[in-house]
């Protein structure tokens, strides 16, 4: 692999639902190689409605999550659009859990540091026995809409993603 080869891959840092490898199958239609790391100085947060994760700086936080890794730019405009405008990728430095070596990755950080609706600490466990299915069902529809939108925007599945939508009237 030369060196121009290697720019064109990503190692993104997940720590929530990503962590789950029938959901990055799913995302990325491929089964990428998921390495533990810690990501220091962040916290996993809960989201009030919502069956996903953020994370958000906080100084003495320490997340458990995985990097996955060789992404293609495909793959990773595939995590940007599923993650929507209320996250932002940037660039942060995770330690690797087997060897502790540091290694700088991308991950998706929420963006509104001060949004009401965090709250606790997210739980993998919890969110696997609670809320997998739904949101494998709600990645599937957002795949399929990427495929072909006909029409639709990305808000209409954006509601899939929430804990309890809102029925209508």
């Given at each position: 692999m030369t060196s121009s080869d290697k720019s064109l891959s990503h190692d993104v840092f997940v720590y929530g639902s990503f962590q789950e490898p029938s959901v990055v199958n799913l995302i990325l239609e491929c089964s990428p190689v998921m390495v533990p790391a810690q990501l220091h100085g962040y916290h996993v947060y809960r989201l009030k409605g919502r069956l996903h994760a953020c994370i958000s700086p906080s100084e003495n936080g320490l997340i458990n999550g995985k990097i996955l890794t060789g992404l293609t730019d495909s793959q990773l405009e595939n995590l940007d659009m599923i993650e929507g405008s209320e996250y932002v990728r940037k660039t942060v430095e995770v330690v690797l859990t087997d060897t502790s070596e540091k290694k700088q990755v991308e991950t998706y950080?929420?963006?509104?540091?001060?949004?009401?609706?965090?709250?606790?600490?997210?739980?993998?466990?919890?969110?696997?026995?609670?809320?997998?299915?739904?949101?494998?069902?709600?990645?599937?529809?957002?795949?399929?809409?990427?495929?072909?939108?006909?029409?639709?925007?990305?808000?209409?599945?954006?509601?899939?993603?929430?804990?309890?939508?809102p029925t209508a009237a």
């Open positions: 950080v929420w963006a509104n540091k001060d949004d009401p609706n965090l709250y606790g600490e997210w739980d993998f466990e919890e969110w696997r026995r609670l809320h997998m299915d739904k949101f494998i069902e709600a990645s599937t529809k957002f795949i399929e809409w990427k495929k072909n939108p006909d029409g639709r925007s990305r808000e209409e599945f954006e509601k899939f993603v929430f804990d309890d939508p």
